[in-house]
């Protein structure tokens, strides 16, 4: 088990890839709560208000158990989504399930299945990390005992049992993030539900905190919601993606189809020869070509009924050796852009 000096305020994923610890004897599983529906949520034209400010706005959609990603820029309605799923508001219009769950009537029986990390601190003046942790366990049901006993294994496995006896007031920004993942984590629950874990943290937090959540986003019969205005954190923890954009619902899909090749676009890449001239030929055969600004390299849109025969056959007649022809693949960074710009 690695560890790193707590006084340095990086998160580290200080399991090694392992899994957390679970819990043995707990409230009733993923499976069981799941025996009437393979939904992880489900909204039914759920809108919500702020006044005149509409957060939301007639959203309906089913997101199956999986590692999701909640995306959406500052102001998108991903806060006020996630206390919708918890429970904590409830919707101006509509309804929401969560694992089957009614989140109006049932929101107290969630409580237990569901663990939460809030972007903002909400620790308690005066206490110390293990004591903010169990104090956690129990809110969530645990008793005493129990809930003790999972705090100390839940930092130990985050790399905290060092500071463990530290009072709040004097950890750093890394490792009150672990910690406030350590509370969302300590009662084993079935759904992690994640709110911008990585905020604040240097790179090398960062890397280390996204490592410990792709273990936890492996786990089978758990399932994992991460929001975030980051669109690479998304890219490597989830393969759902739930995006909104001023409160409306754009896309919701699995990442790789959102992501996924476009046949009719390559990148080139050559070594040697008249370039110019073998670009102007493929313009003149109806393809669009974007050349990289720096590189010996180039975006093709292809037009219909054109093989990758023709490039060769071009690249020959014009003495260009070419070294890369691969499918554009796009990123969630420009398919993000190109939905909200449609």
Request: one cysteine or more; proline letters at 4%.
């Amino acid at each position: 088990m690695r560890r790193v000096g707590d006084d340095n305020g990086r998160t580290t994923a200080a399991s090694d890839g392992r899994e957390p610890p679970s819990l043995s004897s707990r409230a009733p599983s993923l499976d069981a709560a799941t025996a009437s529906s393979s939904w992880l949520f489900e909204l039914d034209r759920v809108s919500h208000r702020y006044g005149r400010t509409a957060a939301l706005s007639d959203l309906t959609v089913r997101v199956p158990i999986d590692s999701i990603g909640l995306v959406g820029q500052n102001g998108a309605g991903k806060s006020t989504l996630m206390q919708i799923l918890l429970g904590l508001i409830r919707p101006t219009e509509g309804s929401a399930r969560v694992l089957g769950r009614d989140v109006g009537s049932q929101g107290v029986a969630l409580r237990g299945m569901i663990g939460y990390m809030s972007e903002r601190e909400a620790f308690v003046p005066g206490l110390k990390g293990i004591e903010y942790v169990a104090l956690a366990g129990q809110l969530s049901g645990m008793s005493h005992r129990q809930a003790w006993r999972r705090a100390h294994e839940t930092l130990s496995y985050l790399g905290l049992e060092e500071a463990r006896y530290r009072y709040l007031e004097e950890y750093s920004v890394g490792m009150k993030q672990r910690l406030k993942l350590a509370a969302a984590m300590v009662h084993d629950p079935d759904l992690l539900l994640l709110d911008e874990p990585t905020s604040g943290l240097d790179p090398e937090g960062r890397n280390a905190m996204l490592h410990v959540l792709s273990v936890l986003a492996a786990r089978p019969n758990k399932a994992l919601i991460l929001s975030s205005h980051l669109l690479s954190d998304v890219e490597r923890i989830c393969r759902w993606t739930v995006i909104l954009d001023q409160g409306r619902l754009l896309h919701s899909g699995p990442l790789d189809g959102l992501r996924s090749s476009r046949p009719s676009q390559y990148l080139i890449r050559w070594q040697s020869g008249a370039v110019d001239r073998f670009l102007e030929s493929l313009n003149a055969r109806g393809a669009q070509v974007a050349r990289i600004p720096g590189e010996n390299a180039a975006r093709v849109k292809l037009p219909s009924a054109w093989t990758n025969q023709t490039f060769f056959r071009e690249a020959r007649n014009h003495n260009v050796v070419l070294t890369g022809l691969i499918a554009d693949e796009d990123d969630l960074q420009s398919v993000y852009q190109r939905l909200v710009l449609k």
